[in-house]
């Protein structure tokens, strides 16, 4: 399976600039996912709260809730984060925290691939986006969160959601080496994620 991440060449239209928060950021009406964050050592950073867009992207929200029902997100890593531009995780396939995560980024879920469902939400501080290959039709289980706004990534990439709270929490996961693309030695994880409908 090709690499699920995002086109490194976007990386450095990034730019390196800090968020300093969500302010006018409210729960829509979800579902939302909640994410308990645990760092290399299994010592708890904090909880992550995702509200999903089921009117922007159903399809793709449908499979991120279906994955966290079946506890299939429970001890994915944040594979690659990089500073001022966003995090990435959802290899359900090679990203298992404990096991060899080498791979992971190139992984994804025994379902199908799904078609894009662009939409007109814009890339912004704690926007949710799935990641995928270089066929816009390839999104399956990986999934980002923006760190700082991303508009050039908008229309390229289906978002599914926004970060509600837990700002802090996603702020201070495990950065990853800039030349190795944010690959992150030894990343934080998703402990457990569950659906609130």
């Known amino acids: ?26 729960d829509g009406p979800g579902p939302n996912l909640v994410i308990e964050v645990a760092d290399a050592t299994g010592a708890a950073k904090g909880k992550i709260v995702l ?21 299939t997100y429970d001890g994915v890593v944040f594979h690659r984060v990089i500073d001022g531009f966003m995090a990435q995780t959802g290899d359900v396939e090679f990203g ?3 096991a060899d995560t080498a791979r992971a980024g190139m992984g994804g879920s025994s379902m199908p691939d799904l078609p894009a469902e662009f ?25 980002f969160i923006d760190l700082a706004p991303a508009e050039f990534l908008d229309g390229q990439y289906t ?28 990343p934080d994880y998703m402990v457990k994620v569950t659906v609130q409908e």
């Open 1 to 26: 399976m090709l690499n699920k991440a995002l086109v490194p060449a976007l990386l450095l239209m990034a730019g390196a600039a800090q968020a300093e928060g969500l302010p006018g950021v409210t």
């Open 159 to 186: 978002v599914v959601g926004q970060l509600i709270d837990g700002w802090d929490v996603l702020n201070a996961l495990k950065k990853g080496d800039p030349a190795a693309n944010g690959a992150v030695a030894e």
């Open 51 to 71: 509200d999903l867009y089921t009117d922007k992207a159903q399809k793709h929200v449908e499979r991120l809730v279906t994955l966290a029902k079946a506890g």
């Open 119 to 143: 939409n007109d939400v814009s890339f912004q501080r704690g926007t949710v986006g799935m990641a995928r290959a270089q066929d816009p039709n390839s999104a399956n289980s990986q999934f």
């Open 96 to 98: 298992k925290h404990g």
